[in-house]
């Protein structure tokens, strides 16, 4: 089995302008601005931020250092102690210093590291080739979400979900997944995700909301798009379910 993939592309260009897609359905779903694309390389404007950032970071972390060695210093010419001690002072305040700086640097500008976006593990049976995977919100269906581990930073939560041959899963409550973005998805396959969608579910479906994860075997395959429409993709859903699709 090859290794599990994760994709943090930057969005791509909605696949139609919102408002073609709430007079087509009536709702307005966040699949019109999740379509993902391979990443690009840095252009010139671009280079150039990523330079003036990378600098005030390190200014921030040197800024921290020298202050906690400056109050090191302080704290050594109050208290009469001994040439180790001293030396501990200074030392110790410096990497205090440091370390709540790096913090900073962390919190306002590594994100995905501080607060690591919840991750989902998409478990396909062998030989899965739907393009789609779509959770559907049914207070009957038969799988409950099982979260692992805790929201604090550098730490997030994860779930498992077992799809079946059809790609429909149909689960009790999609709970923190429900309407959410920017989520890390990892296909058992090696597959790639290539985007996401969701929004309230077609009416015959019998189900509340849905969430769908369109799957790529590499970055040359664009899967297609999910039907437009609640009649469209009520139909589209049911032919997965019947296994006509």
Do not use: C
């Amino acid at each position: 089995m090859r290794p599990l993939h994760e994709q943090t592309a930057k969005f791509a260009t909605p696949i139609q302008p919102l408002s073609a897609s709430i007079a087509a359905t009536g709702t307005a779903r966040f699949s019109d601005m999740e379509l993902l694309e391979k990443p690009k390389g840095l252009g010139m404007p671009e280079a150039r931020l990523a330079w003036v950032i990378g600098i005030l970071m390190m200014l921030i972390v040197l800024g921290g250092l020298l202050s906690g060695i400056l109050l090191g210093r302080l704290l050594v010419r109050r208290f009469r102690w001994s040439r180790a001690g001293r030396l501990f002072a200074v030392v110790g305040m410096g990497a205090i210093g440091a370390g709540a700086s790096l913090l900073i640097v962390i919190a306002n500008f590594r994100e995905a590291i501080w607060a690591p976006p919840l991750q989902i593990l998409l478990n396909v049976p062998q030989g899965f080739s739907q393009d789609w995977v779509i959770l559907l919100e049914d207070s009957k269906g038969p799988v409950q979400l099982a979260w692992t581990g805790v929201e604090i930073p550098f730490l997030g939560k994860t779930t498992t979900i077992d799809v079946p041959p059809s790609g429909i899963a149909r689960v009790r409550d999609l709970g923190a997944i429900r309407g959410r973005g920017g989520l890390r998805v990892l296909w058992s396959d090696g597959s790639f995700n290539r985007g996401q969608a969701g929004g309230p579910a077609p009416q015959s479906t019998g189900a509340t909301g849905f969430s769908a994860f369109s799957r790529a075997t590499s970055w040359s395959d664009m899967p297609p798009y999910l039907p437009l429409g609640d009649a469209q993709l009520g139909a589209y859903i049911a032919a997965r379910e019947r296994g006509a699709q």
